[in-house]
């Protein structure tokens, strides 16, 4: 019973470890995933930019917090926000830097 107890004790502390929180950033692309579209410009602006190399080259929506890059599950959501920062909150995948979006919200 001790030795089962200890199990579910350290199945419960390592899913715990595993939950959903909160990163600020930049909603950005994938070919300019630093935030920086200086080089690329594929229009006036940052949101632009953005938009446009998701639509035509093929690149997927990130967060860049200014030290990291993560992917994002959700790609729908982030459309709205692109070139804004932002709070996602959801799961992280530290193996992949992929987070599992829960939502997304303008940050003040």
Not at 36 to 50: I, K, L, W, Y
Not at 74 to 85: H, M
Request: hydrophobic residues 40%; charged residues 20%.
């Amino acid at each position: 019973m001790t030795r089962a107890l200890c199990v579910v004790l350290a199945l419960t502390a390592l899913s715990a470890g595993q939950g959903k929180q909160t990163f600020t950033g930049v909603i950005t692309d994938s070919v300019c995933s630093a935030g920086d579209h200086s080089q690329m410009r594929m229009g006036p602006t940052d949101a632009e930019c953005v938009t446009a190399c998701i639509g035509d080259h093929g690149a997927t929506y990130v967060l860049a917090d200014g030290t990291h890059v993560y992917e994002l599950s959700d790609q729908k959501a982030p459309e709205k926000f692109a070139g804004r920062r932002v709070k996602v909150t959801g799961v992280l995948d530290g193996k992949r830097t992929t987070i599992q979006v829960a939502s997304i919200a303008a940050a003040r």
